[in-house]
């Protein structure tokens, strides 16, 4: 392998709170040295050297939240088309949801996966396993073996689990394998009929709403049962306030616990979806301005922890149909870098909190070789220009399929190059 030099980059590293001009050194696929210090000490025999021009160099992102068609629905996303995405997005590494068909539940198919994304893949790829098989919530999975297998995580589907005893009996093996249960809270009976967040603009046009209460709720059971059992649990995707003083309230009495918001919570709200604009039709829901930007604020506080992306590849012909009728979710693992530098723009949220919440903190939260730029680190590197326009366009998109809820957006910074292990994945055209 090449060893590699990047010169000249603005090198912020949350991992070691560092934030200033210098050079990265790689050779064989780790991180050599990355700061000031590494300005004056040369480059290795037969380098590849890369004048930055002030571009930012960051730990390369992590995506803790992604869904793919691989196996099962490969007509919306493959494994080897997301990990493109996420390269073209800055992105390499994601988890990878085990809402598949079938679902993740059992260590053939988990070897599937890693094998595919081993073959494949032109980013790190780990996968998620389901808590309960086949995703229904009323029997465990082989938790332990799935842990030991590979699987970073366990997740439950688009729904919370209904049965207390079957959550608690899995938080608490889970506990005894270190392994993070990463849940969306959302329930099933309040939600199940609601198309957008319950308000007045929901009743101006004339659809169902899902009360905020639908994700409060079981969120508060969740942390209850994560302080009883000692696991370590994520609340994979929150979008309101109350969710945020929950995880607080949580954290207080001592317990493990995390979560996590998608950028369209953070970049969108529910005025967004205009006219019955199906793209925007999402779970959780498009919320009010007031929440997105209590949102924002909770980000740029600590208080909530990392950024998703929430990639949900939905073709055509569930996308394009009336309001009610679509599915939910967006793809994002090309926007969200992009769309999180909107807050950056404005102000509202500094780079050095949001690279964090893209990188080092869900690396953490995972447990994943990945998130920093130390020396010994591996060397996963994202080259950021702030600065240049560009329009999200479907012929732009690497994503097999093009449900964006940034359609014709206009975005001011991305991703220019993108090195997994020290190789380059991803350069700009």
């Known amino acids: 392998m090449k ?3 990047l010169k000249n980059a603005r090198i912020i590293d949350p991992s070691r709170d560092l934030d200033e001009t210098g050079t990265i050194i790689v050779e064989d696929g780790r991180i050599v040295a990355a700061g000031a210090e590494a300005m004056n000490q040369g480059a290795p025999e037969g380098a590849e050297i890369v004048d930055c021009n002030g571009l930012v160099a960051t730990p ?5 939240h992604v869904f793919v068609g691989e196996p099962g629905a490969e ?3 493959t494994i080897r088309s997301a990990s493109q995405a996420a390269a073209a997005g800055g992105i390499t590494s994601f988890v990878m949801m085990p809402d598949t068909q079938p679902p993740i539940d059992d260590i053939a198919l988990l070897e599937f996966v890693l094998k595919t994304a081993r073959d494949n893949a032109v980013v790190n790829v780990y996968p998620a396993a389901a808590l309960t098989k086949g995703l229904k919530g009323d029997e465990m999975t082989e938790i332990g073996m799935l842990r030991a297998g590979g699987a970073v995580a366990f997740a439950n589907g688009r729904y919370s689990l209904s049965d207390n005893r079957v959550l608690r009996r899995a938080m608490t093996y889970a506990r005894s394998f270190d392994a993070v249960v990463a ?3 959302r329930d099933r009976y309040l939600s199940e009929t609601g198309v957008m967040n319950e308000g007045l603009f929901a009743s101006w046009l004339g659809l169902s709403g899902t009360p905020r209460e639908a994700e409060v709720i079981p969120l508060e059971r969740d942390l209850r049962l994560a302080t009883l059992t000692r696991a370590r649990y994520h609340a994979a995707l929150i979008s309101v306030p109350e969710s945020v003083e929950a995880v607080g309230v949580a954290r207080d009495r001592g317990a493990s616990v995390s979560s996590g918001i998608s950028i369209n919570h953070l970049t969108l709200n529910e005025n967004d979806i205009g006219e019955y604009r199906t793209f925007f039709k999402l779970s959780p829901p498009l919320r009010q301005e007031e929440d997105r930007q209590k949102m924002v604020e909770a980000l740029k506080d600590g208080l909530i922890d990392i950024i998703v992306s929430s990639h949900d590849p939905q073709d055509v012909d569930t996308k394009r149909l009336p309001f009610s009728d679509a599915e939910d979710g967006a793809i994002g693992l090309e926007t969200m870098l992009a769309a999180a ?5 404005s102000g509202d949220v ?5 690279i964090d919440a893209m990188s080092t903190r869900p690396a953490k939260l995972f447990d994943l070789d990945a998130g920093s730029l130390r020396p010994g680190a591996k060397a996963d590197i994202t080259l950021i220009d702030l600065d240049e326009p560009w ?3 479907p012929d732009r998109l690497v994503s097999r399929s093009k449900n964006t809820t940034f359609e014709n957006a206009r975005f001011s910074g991305r991703a220019v190059r993108t090195y997994v292990g020290g190789i380059e994945v991803y350069k700009a055209d």
């Open 183 to 185: 849940l969306e809270p």
């Open 60 to 64: 390369g992102l992590v995506d803790a």
């Open 350 to 354: 500094p780079l050095m909190r949001l």
């Open 341 to 345: 530098l909107r807050l950056h723009h």
């Open 391 to 393: 329009v999200v366009t």
């Open 3 to 5: 060893p590699l030099v």
């Open 75 to 77: 007509h919306t996303e």
